[in-house]
């Protein structure tokens, strides 16, 4: 909802922002590796006072079918062991599928294994085989184990008062297509309209061509409770923002995206600012107003900084909003010197409802992190989660293209070098230039401030941080009246093949933006934010030289500075005599 408390810091990115990129949605090749891990809620706590439930340890139990003039293939119960040859693991899918009765049977799809692009296409659903009586149950939850991976297929839960006709759900409507996934392995799904039903059927149905797979276990229904919120997402907006109520900038939503290391001389700033949004969900069948507390501790576990937002209207039941928690003139956040100490700075979101029980308050806390250092700037956290590069896309994948990530600075400063996580399974003998620019803001383009020579990724650089460093450092300078200024560091493709790889790290786990991210492929003149390149951020860091006005803080709290660290190259010892 739209608050009028809003400062004029909203323009210090706006004046940057327009004009920058080229904005699309790209397709993913189905072959990239997946690195992931998920969260779980507690299925035990969720289900204690289940009416109901199945963990598909009876095949018996359920009726496997597809349309007609679909492709012939359906769902099936197995396990690990008795599932078809093939099936496990669906193609582009992590190997374990995570629910508390696994062994004893799961239902899967396997939408890829066999299967091809065009007619016919594949429209199957497995359904419970006899009713379920729901007469004392007023509003229905479905609680069940599930792993989906979406390309481009649909996929609903059903339901029915006579087994003939069916109402349909559409489940994950915010899995963006092109390769997303659940994320989590537990789904809650109120369905009011079964409420005292005596004959209940209920099934799940995949509708698509050729995509990747489902998996369903363990589903239990309960009784849901009159008030429950789900915190949806997060987002920490650094240093600015952009309205994104205004017509036209809608998709500027989170336009900082996420750090999670931030130096010191950038995050100890007048106009440094933080703020905060939440996606809430009213899960729940009353009626409810939602608040969020937002809390951050730094290193020592100090609360630096609180704050409680109340929403200005009520939400109704299944209605989701996003709150602008902290967006007035005492509400950010901004870092002072007395404030700051190395290392990590937690943030906690807490979503609750004043003076009501949540009836499953697992989903109503998030915790995320930034990292105050002295000379590291990242928008990663530290956490290998997946792979990236521009071969991920159709698009990419030739000789020349390029990707990097912005970062923002506030004084006149030096890259010393800058570091990448190279994964394990790229190929050596492909090489990276690494590059250096800066916006200029009088041509709306990216000019060079420095770039590396041709780097060769070689065996020993497989799974380790790859340092590259600039011929000449690259200088920041920060002129008339400017208080900001923009710098993206990239990365430059060369396979030296065909069929070579090469992937950079990727950190899931960091609540980022699709505009943390830009993308520049082959012969393009401009870069372009990919806006289905959804909570993900390369793992590419930028290094600086620590300014003189921060020198004496960083020594007083430790004695020796080395960076970068870790290195597989040249590194620079500070304060020490001679370094």
């Known amino acids: 909802m739209k608050k009028f408390t809003l400062l004029l810091i909203v323009t210090m990115i706006c004046t940057v922002a327009f004009g920058q990129y080229v904005q699309k949605e790209a397709q993913l090749r189905k072959d990239v590796p997946t690195i992931a891990k998920y969260s779980n809620q507690s299925y035990a706590e969720l289900t204690k006072e289940a009416i109901w439930s199945n963990d598909f340890s009876n095949a018996s139990d359920w009726v496997m079918d597809h349309a007609t003039d679909t492709e012939d293939k359906d769902w099936v119960i197995c396990t690990v062991e008795t599932a078809p040859a093939g099936w496990i693991t669906p193609y582009g899918m992590n190997e374990d599928f995570v629910s508390p009765t696994v062994d004893n049977g799961f239902a899967l799809y396997n939408s890829d294994y066999g299967s091809s692009s065009g007619p016919p296409t594949q429209d199957a659903w497995i359904q419970i085989a006899n009713p379920v009586d729901l007469s004392s149950v007023d509003a229905p939850r479905f609680i069940f184990s599930t792993y989906y991976k979406r390309w481009d ?65 363990d589903i239990s229904i309960v009784d849901a409770p ?27 939503y989170h336009y900082s995206s996420h750090f999670g290391m931030i130096p010191d001389e950038c995050l100890v ?88 029980t949540d009836g499953a308050p697992d989903n109503n806390s998030y915790a995320t992190f930034f990292e105050a250092t002295d000379y590291s700037y990242a928008r990663d956290g530290g956490s290998l989660d997946g792979v990236c590069g521009p071969g991920i896309w159709l698009d990419g994948g030739l000789d020349g293209d390029m990707f990097g990530v912005d970062y923002t600075f506030f004084e006149s400063t030096t890259i010393d070098s800058v570091q990448a996580y190279i994964v394990s399974n790229s190929t050596a003998g492909t090489a990276v230039i690494c590059h250096a620019l800066q916006f200029d803001s009088e041509s709306s383009t990216w000019v060079s401030l420095a770039q590396s020579s041709l780097i060769t990724i070689e065996e020993g650089d497989l799974g380790t941080w790859k340092t ?77 030289i620590p300014t003189l006005d921060n020198v004496a803080s960083n020594f007083a709290q430790n004695d020796i500075n080395m960076y970068p660290n870790p290195s597989t190259g040249i590194v620079t010892i500070s304060n020490v005599e001679g370094a």
């Open 468 to 544: 590259f460093t600039f011929s000449d450092p690259a200088a920041i300078a920060l002129g008339g009246e400017e208080t900001s200024i923009d710098i993206k560091i990239a990365l430059e493709f060369y396979y030296n093949g065909e069929e070579n790889v090469l992937w950079i790290g990727e950190d899931n786990t960091i609540p980022s933006s699709v505009w943390g991210t830009s993308w520049k492929f082959a012969g393009d003149e401009g870069w372009t934010v990919i806006t289905n390149y959804y909570n993900s951020v390369p793992m590419i860091r930028a290094y600086i």
């Open 269 to 356: 700033q007048p106009t440094s600012y933080i703020l905060f949004n939440a996606v809430v969900l009213n899960n729940g069948m009353q009626e409810a107003t939602p608040s969020v507390d937002v809390t951050i501790t730094d290193p020592a576990s100090n609360e630096v900084y609180s704050f409680t937002y109340t929403h200005d209207v009520p939400l109704n039941s299944g209605e989701l909003d996003t709150l602008d928690i902290a967006w007035g003139d005492d509400e950010f956040y901004v870092m002072s010197q007395e404030d700051f100490m190395l290392g990590n700075f937690d943030i906690t979101f807490e979503a609750y409802i004043d003076g009501q």
């Open 226 to 252: 009159n008030y429950d919120l789900k915190l949806m997402s997060t987002a920490t907006n650094f240093f600015g923002i952009i309205d994104y109520h205004e017509a036209g900038q809608e998709q500027y």
């Open 153 to 217: 297929d649909l996929v609903y839960f059903e339901y029915s008062t006579n087994g003939t006709d069916w109402t349909a759900i559409e489940l994950f409507p915010e899995i963006v297509h092109g390769g997303a996934t659940t994320p989590d392995f537990i789904n809650l799904l109120n369905v009011p309209e079964l409420g005292n039903v005596a004959t209940a059927y209920f099934r799940f149905r995949n509708v698509g061509d050729w995509d990747y797979g489902w998996y369903i276990d």
